[in-house]
Each structure stands twice: as structure tokens, then as C-alpha cells.
């Protein structure tokens, strides 16, 4: 039987096969092809209209012709598809009763404990992975796997429609070489990106479903994690990004404005692609080591190239800087 899938049984099936190739027929006539008795064959051609494989004349006695396969036998099969995502439906509901109920008798079971370095970058690989709608993120050292090993997957899930929002704090950002090659790579492809002095964990928010966090900051802590599931801990997380959120600055798109190539000074009016990277740098309220990190400039480079852009901007401190720059919309 190949039809069974879809509710018919061996019988039926075998009368509809031979149906198809021998229209406008009686009960009779099919029932001896069968090897079948009339009434039976009777029965099972009344199913058979009843389910729209099946058509008959209204003469005496009636004949019978089968419904175009493709057309009818399409239809069957979507009205089971239509079954089935409602008992998808039904058994996710059925679900997530089941662990509302296990939470309460078992606590415990909201919060899984992760001891193995490979299993924490699996489950945060997954936890992205799964995202339907958003992604959301502290990022700080120290770091699992090394920043930007995983951008391409970002980005392919971004040009897919799932938002990342993701806050970093001013080390992540000052992380030699990681503006360029992964933070500004991703703001271009689309993530909104923010930036905290410090931030007070690390931490993935995989829509509202799940969330991991590591055990502890401190050195070794990274070997252990902690997998959240749907419970009070994981809204008091997701409110706690969204205040940190609130409070960050944001991380400027850091390509060049159309006048490629122009230099502050070169009559363009507009920032070439490293100005609007110190600009950035510096609104985010890097010290100058950390600039110098970053971008691999010595300190003394760093310095100079500050104090010629607040002379190009005609400002006294860093922050008339950044504000005139921002004013300018370069920021």
C-alpha cells in the first residue's frame, strides 16, 4: 500500500487504482476487475466520491470515473498536511504544559547546568542557530571561542530576518583588530549594535525561548554555563538587556560616506573609513590605549590623530568632538 498515509485503506486503494484505468464504469464491471463482490465494491466507491476521488453519473446503473489523481490525490494529501500542523500545534501546547508542570514540581528543570567547554559553544551555536526573530547579546571578554569565528553564520542569519542586537562592552569594542574584522562587518550587515563601560555578565538571549550564561567572569569560569529555559529568571534576563540597552550608546555604521577615499581637510566634507572608526572609538569613550588596541596604532599615533581631528572639528575636548561630529552626521 502507498495510499495509507493518507487514510485509505488496502481495499479502497486497490479500487481506486483500478478505477483510473477503467472509466465510467459500474459497481459490477469493477467489482469482477477487483475480484471483489458488487456491494463491497459499492460501499467502497461511495467513500471514494464521498472523498473527492471519485465522481458519478446519475443514470442507471450508476457509473463511476476517478477524479483526476493529481488534483484529488494532492488535495488529500494537503487536508493531512492541514492534520498534522494541528497536531504539531496541539502537541507544542501539550509540551509546554509538560514543563510548566515539571518546573513546578522540579525547579530545577528551569535551569541546566553545562560543564564541558565543547557543549557551551554547542549550545550557543544552537541557541542562534534556532532564533526565529532575535538574538540578543552582552558581549565581553572573556570569550570561548575566538570574536568573529562565527560571522558568517551571523550574517546569513541576519539576511534571513532574524534581528541581532548586541551590546558590547568597552573591552569587546577595544579587542585588537575586532572593530574592522568582525564588530563593523556585522553593523553592515545589519546588526544593531551598542556599547556599555562595562557590562555585568555575559550573555545570548535566543528570542524569548532560551538563554545562557556563564558560571562565573573570573578565570576558568568560562568551563561552566548556565542554560535557561522559560521561567522568571528569563524574563528578570531579558529585562535586564533591555535596561542595559536603554542606557548604551550606539555603535555607528562605519563605512565610508560616498566620498570614498576623503580625508578630514581635503575639501570633501566628510570622514574617510579610519576618521569615522576613531570617531566611533571615541564616543563609545575608549582611552587612548584602548583605541590603540583596537586599531594596532601606538599610543603616540593614536594621540596625534586625535588632536587632529579635534583641530579639523575646532574642538577643545573629546566630548565637543563628538558632538560636532554627530551634529555633522558622522556618527
Not at 34 to 40: E, F, I, P, S, V
Not at 48 to 54: C, M, P, Q, S, W
Not at 241 to 267: C, K, M, N, Q, Y
Request: aromatic residues 4%; hydrophobic residues 40%; charged residues 25%.
Amino acid at each position: 500500500m502507498k495510499l495509507d498515509v493518507l487514510g485509505l485503506t488496502g481495499e479502497t486503494e486497490h479500487v481506486y487504482t483500478a478505477l483510473v484505468g477503467q472509466p465510467r464504469c459500474t459497481a459490477s464491471e469493477l467489482a469482477e476487475t477487483c475480484g471483489l463482490t458488487a456491494a463491497g465494491v459499492g460501499r467502497l466507491l461511495s467513500a471514494l466520491v464521498k472523498d473527492g476521488l471519485a465522481a458519478r453519473t446519475a443514470g442507471r446503473p450508476p457509473r463511476f470515473s476517478a477524479t483526476v489523481p493529481d488534483v484529488a490525490v494532492t488535495a488529500l494529501i494537503d487536508e493531512q498536511q492541514h492534520r498534522l500542523d494541528e497536531a504539531r500545534s496541539v502537541v507544542h501546547q501539550l509540551m509546554e504544559t509538560y514543563r510548566e508542570a515539571a518546573r513546578i514540581t522540579h525547579p530545577e528543570m528551569a535551569v541546566e547546568l553545562l560543564t564541558d567547554r565543547d557543549d557551551i559553544s554547542s549550545a550557543v551555536g544552537r541557541l542562534t542557530a534556532d532564533a526565529r526573530r532575535e538574538v540578543r547579546a552582552f558581549d565581553r571578554p572573556p570569550y570561548v571561542d575566538r570574536p568573529g569565528s562565527n560571522l558568517d553564520l551571523q550574517i546569513q542569519r541576519q539576511r534571513s530576518g532574524v534581528v541581532h542586537r548586541v551590546i558590547y562592552s568597552q573591552e569587546a569594542v577595544a579587542w585588537p583588530g575586532r572593530m574592522n574584522s568582525d564588530i563593523g562587518p556585522s553593523i553592515r550587515a545589519g546588526e544593531k549594535a551598542r556599547v556599555r563601560p562595562e557590562l555585568p555578565l555575559k550573555l545570548v538571549i535566543s528570542d524569548n525561548r532560551v538563554a545562557i550564561i556563564p558560571f562565573s567572569l573570573a578565570a576558568g569560569g568560562q568551563s561552566a554555563a548556565y542554560l535557561i529555559q522559560p521561567s522568571p529568571m528569563l524574563v528578570a534576563l531579558e529585562s535586564l538587556f533591555e535596561a542595559e540597552w536603554e542606557r548604551a550608546v550606539v555603535l555607528s555604521d562605519l563605512r565610508p560616506h560616498p566620498a570614498h577615499g576623503a580625508t578630514l581637510g581635503a575639501g570633501s566634507g566628510e570622514p574617510d573609513a579610519d576618521t569615522r572608526c576613531l570617531l566611533t572609538l571615541l564616543a563609545s569613550g575608549l582611552t587612548d590605549a584602548a583605541i590603540a588596541r583596537s586599531q594596532g596604532w601606538s599610543e603616540r599615533t593614536t594621540q596625534r590623530r586625535i588632536h587632529r581631528l579635534m583641530h579639523e572639528l575646532g574642538a577643545s575636548t573629546r566630548f565637543q568632538a563628538s558632538l560636532t561630529a554627530a551634529r555633522r552626521g558622522w556618527l
